[in-house]
């Protein structure tokens, strides 16, 4: 008997238009990329035992990987709703924004709050189904915002608001 597992929430169907235009060209890519793996995974079944072949086990693991990602871009893209004009309220926080927040400490940090699909820690992109994307939406300069965490509540500040990369 398996264990069961309650189906994951549905993420937000908003994208920024940069977002959107990434995952076409992934799209378009990931074809070719398709076509390479096969083409290996040809000249790999056609040298004999695939029982103790490492390069035909491979290719196929690749193969399906990369039809599990063909799947849900065409699944996926569909649905996406770009958003590229700024909201009516630019002092607000609302998707695409870019926000400073501060904390108790006086630290500063800097998110911008994109779609599920595009999120980069790295770049300071968060995700609108994050909890603090979640807490930050609606907010203005100067609000509180109060986070909650594993490690507990976080309080932090709204310094900056802009809609243009900072």
């Known amino acids: 008997m398996g264990r069961y597992r309650p189906p994951q929430p549905k993420s937000s169907v908003y994208i920024t238009a940069d977002g959107f235009e ?5 799209s378009k890519d990931i074809w070719v990329r398709r076509r390479e793996v096969t083409k290996a995974l040809a000249a790999a079944a056609a040298e004999g035992d695939r ?3 490492a390069e035909y086990i491979y290719r196929k693991k690749e193969l399906r990987e990369i039809d599990r990602r063909i799947r849900y871009l065409q699944k996926r893209l569909p649905d996406l709703k ?3 004009s700024v909201p009516t309220d630019p002092e607000k926080v609302f998707f695409g924004a870019w926000v400073t927040l501060e904390n108790s400490e006086g630290d500063e940090v800097c998110y911008r709050i994109v779609g599920a699909d595009e ?10 189904d994050s909890p603090v994307a979640k807490a ?3 907010r203005a300069i100067d609000d509180e915002v109060v986070v909650k965490t594993p490690q507990g509540e976080m309080r932090y500040w709204v310094v900056d608001v802009a ?3 900072q």
């Open 51 to 53: 029982s103790e072949n």
């Open 119 to 128: 999120f980069d820690p790295e770049k300071g992109w968060i995700s609108i």
């Open 136 to 138: 930050l939406l609606k």
């Open 22 to 26: 990434r995952l076409q060209q992934e």
């Open 163 to 165: 809609y243009t990369a």
């Open 82 to 84: 770009v958003v590229n």
